[in-house]
């Protein structure tokens, strides 16, 4: 039965990582759609080039968030918690996207993992270890702060920016930062790879090792080209109500903030993969970073209704993925115990 789980596991993790493709390909480049840097299909073809790249380049994060601060119960116990997450953070993701609002991947799971863990707990399995200090110190804390160093920092370097071009034309000026959008898009999309993917990653050396197919301390090659290729597909076929959403829904956004929202999430993200392996979501530090960007030219240009709209999103997601996985792992746990 083991085995059938970890199969399951795998397909969910697979699916997990095309949605996260599907839904993220506008997050990444919508900007630079709407600033008409890029064309569409070109903007889809670089963000899965960058996707699949950023997905290969980083491994570190994987093994932190697979070994230290997440350890599932071996055997069909720590499977069906896993797929009990990822469930929930698929349904969740679908929805949201189908309402074309912008939504963390990243907390669909540490919510669905924390609901699966709590309802193993109490039909008598065994725990999900990770639920201290350090989780919520480095897994936590930096998706809950990220968006808020996103909108402030965004909204206060378009200042410097500003004032660095202010003896330019503004045709030129446009014209120029166009330019450098289609670079900081790349940007995105390779820090999207970096974060984003290791969380498929991490999830797949969870199931492994839960299933005993895999040992600690490495991740099977596998294992990363499976989540690239996912990725990358679900990136190709790309959907793009959410990328309506944050380019002409939620502030008003020209190249020269465009740029400055993108420099920065590729900034961010960089650093969180790259220098801290901590995880940041990149739908919630992008969509920060243009709402910062845009209202440094005047709060009225923001549609605030849309904004709280995104705001309940964010709230309910971690709330809602664990309610489902709670749910789920309570009808699979007559399973677990029989194998």
Same mark, same amino acid.
């Given at each position: 039965m083991a085995i059938g789980f970890f199969a399951l596991v795998v397909a969910l993790a697979s699916g997990f990582a095309f949605l996260n493709g599907f839904r993220d390909v506008s997050t990444a480049v919508a900007l630079s759609v709407r600033t008409r840097a890029l064309t569409p299909s070109v903007a889809v073809v670089l963000a899965a080039v960058f996707n699949f790249a950023g997905v290969l380049?980083? &491994?570190?994060?994987?093994?932190?968030?697979g070994q230290a601060w997440v350890v599932l119960p071996s055997g069909t116990g720590g499977l069906s918690i896993l797929i009990s997450a990822l469930v929930g953070a698929i349904l969740w993701g679908v929805y949201a996207w189908w309402r074309g609002v912008p939504l963390s991947s990243t907390h669909a799971l540490v919510g669905g993992l924390v609901g699966a863990g709590a309802s193993s707990v109490v039909t008598g399995g065994s725990p999900v270890n990770g639920a201290d200090s350090v989780f919520l110190g480095q897994v936590v804390l930096p998706l809950v702060v990220s968006p808020i160093i996103a909108f402030v920092g965004a909204y206060l370097l378009v200042w410097p920016v500003t004032w660095a071009a202010r003896y330019t034309q503004p045709d030129v000026m446009h014209g120029r930062y166009r330019h450098a959008q289609s670079v900081s #898009? =790349?940007?995105? =999309? %390779?820090?999207?790879? %970096?974060? *984003? &993917?290791?969380? /498929? $990653?991490? $999830?797949?050396? !969870?199931? #492994? $090792? =839960?299933?005993?197919?895999?040992?600690?301390g490495e991740i099977p090659v596998w294992i990363i080209l499976l989540t690239a290729g996912m990725l990358t597909a679900g990136t190709l076929?790309?959907?793009?109500?959410?990328?309506?959403?944050?380019?002409?829904? !939620?502030?008003? $956004? *020209?190249?020269?903030?465009?740029?400055? =929202?993108?420099? %920065?999430?590729?900034?961010?993200?960089?650093?969180? #993969?790259?220098?801290?392996?901590?995880?940041?979501? /990149? /739908?919630? /530090?992008?969509?920060? #970073?243009? %709402?910062?960007? &845009?209202?440094?030219?005047n709060f009225s240009v923001t549609n605030r209704p849309m904004v709280l709209r995104i705001l309940g999103f964010w709230v309910l997601t971690p709330i809602v993925t664990a309610a489902v996985a709670f749910v789920l792992q309570l009808a699979l746990s007559p399973l677990t115990k029989q194998g």
């Open positions: 380049l980083s &491994g570190g994060f994987a093994l932190i968030f #898009a =790349a940007a995105v =999309a %390779l820090g999207h790879g %970096l974060q *984003d &993917g290791q969380r /498929t $990653v991490a $999830v797949l050396l !969870l199931g #492994a $090792v =839960a299933a005993g197919v895999s040992g600690h076929c790309g959907g793009w109500r959410i990328s309506y959403t944050l380019g002409y829904k !939620l502030t008003r $956004v *020209d190249p020269l903030r465009g740029f400055v =929202a993108q420099s %920065l999430t590729s900034l961010m993200l960089f650093v969180g #993969a790259i220098g801290l392996h901590l995880p940041l979501s /990149t /739908t919630h /530090t992008v969509t920060s #970073a243009v %709402l910062g960007a &845009g209202t440094n030219q």
